[in-house]
């Protein structure tokens, strides 16, 4: 057997009329039923149903009952804010049945503040420091849910939470600070009130763990829960803040100018390259006109020092003597044997051959060529 000794607490409205205490529920209506149109409306529908419902309760036209058509008229606004926005439809129709469902009575009740109802800009009016306006009361409900928090847990266990700040904070030190811790916020609450079973009745132990289970499945799904709608209410505050805004614009301009300071120093660069490399061709032509007339000098110096000798391989004044091998006609016997004293056995006159060594001249003598000029002769 098992029973419900906490109940589900009741889920807070969604809708804030008036911006009051963080703690003041509201109530709420579905967003479809204020515009009179159905949940498969398309974008057409939407503004059809705005326009007319907009001019029949607008606070002008309603002298007699100007107060309830205020009202109406801010119901109307802030349903046709939220489905003409695709993001904001789409997870208000995830929620929807959350958002509208009242929950039960029962002794214990919880008093955790209502995120559902600041996903709308009707909760806020304008972007200044006043009570109403878009800082204050954002800061007002993270002022909350840190108090909740540290509430929640021991003092030890206990931490620090940057402010939201307001329209003058400085990004570096408060504006981005805030964004960066609460963007990955995790709540340190147990949820011991979303627990379904009562621990005390189990009839057995294995009853008991069996309880014990799905009550800790219940208390994570509750935490997890808890902790993406807080992330996701901050990337709705951060889409809107207008210090965010500008600070985009700011590294927007300076990545321009950024960019500028570049492509300036890249031209400059590629210029003093060009200019480099005409000097390197200049210095090259330089010098190699610097070898040229060295080597001119050089010539004419040596022209004037030993003259010109391109007419003579030896000189003017060196004359070759060639000699001469007289014939029989020229000296007698012992004469020709005198004068080519030089060739003896190297030269072959009948072959008028020279050859250098005796064997060369040996082989020679025993070839057939030799031996036929031998006979002829």
């Known amino acids: 057997p098992s029973s419900r000794s906490l109940p589900v607490p009741p889920l807070s409205r969604y809708h804030l009329p008036k911006v009051q205490d963080a703690y003041v529920p509201c109530s709420m209506k579905c967003h479809y039923e204020v515009l009179g149109v159905r949940r498969e409306a398309t974008d057409e529908d939407l503004k059809r149903a705005y326009r007319r419902l907009a001019l029949r309760w607008h606070p002008d036209k309603n002298l007699d009952n100007s107060e309830d058509a205020a009202e109406q008229f801010k119901l109307i606004q802030a349903a046709y804010d939220v489905l003409s926005d695709p993001q904001e439809r789409a997870w208000y129709d995830n929620h929807r049945e959350a958002l509208l469902k009242g929950g039960t009575t029962g002794e214990y009740q919880d008093d955790s503040l209502d995120l559902l109802q600041y996903f709308t800009v009707t909760c806020y009016s304008g972007y200044g420091d006043d009570d109403k306006g878009f800082y204050a009361v954002y800061r007002k409900v ?14 030890d266990d206990s931490q620090e939470f940057p402010t939201f700040g307001g329209s003058q904070s400085d990004y570096d030190t408060v504006v981005h600070t805030f964004y960066a811790h609460w963007q990955s916020f995790c709540t340190q609450k147990n949820f011991a009130w979303k ?63 950024k960019a500028k300071k570049v492509e300036k120093l890249r031209r ?11 000097q390197y061709k200049e210095q090259s032509w330089i010098t190699m006109s610097d070898l ?14 030993f003259g010109d000798g391109s007419d003579y391989e030896y000189g003017p004044e060196v ?23 030089f060739f ?34």
């Open 142 to 155: 993270f002022d909350t849910i840190m108090k909740e928090e540290m509430e929640s847990t021991n003092e």
């Open 195 to 257: 627990e379904e079973f009562d621990t005390r009745q189990a009839s057995n132990r294995w009853e008991k763990r069996a309880m014990e289970k799905e009550n800790k499945k219940t208390r994570e799904k509750a935490r997890k829960e808890r902790s993406e709608l807080v992330r996701q209410l901050v990337d709705f505050i951060r889409k809107r803040d207008k210090r965010v805004q500008a600070h985009r614009k700011l590294l927007e301009e300076q990545n321009a100018e």
């Open 268 to 278: 400059q660069q590629k210029l003093e390259q060009a200019k480099l490399a005409d």
């Open 292 to 305: 040229e007339r060295e080597l001119q000098q050089m010539e004419a110096q040596y022209e004037k020092e």
């Open 319 to 341: 004359e070759l003597e060639v000699p001469h091998l007289p014939t029989n006609g020229d000296k007698t016997g012992d004469e020709v044997d005198e004068s080519i004293e």
């Open 344 to 377: 003896d056995d190297l030269y072959c006159p009948a072959c008028d051959k020279s050859v250098k060594t005796d064997k060369a001249m040996k082989n020679h003598e025993k070839s057939k060529k030799h031996r036929e000029i031998g006979r002829a002769h």
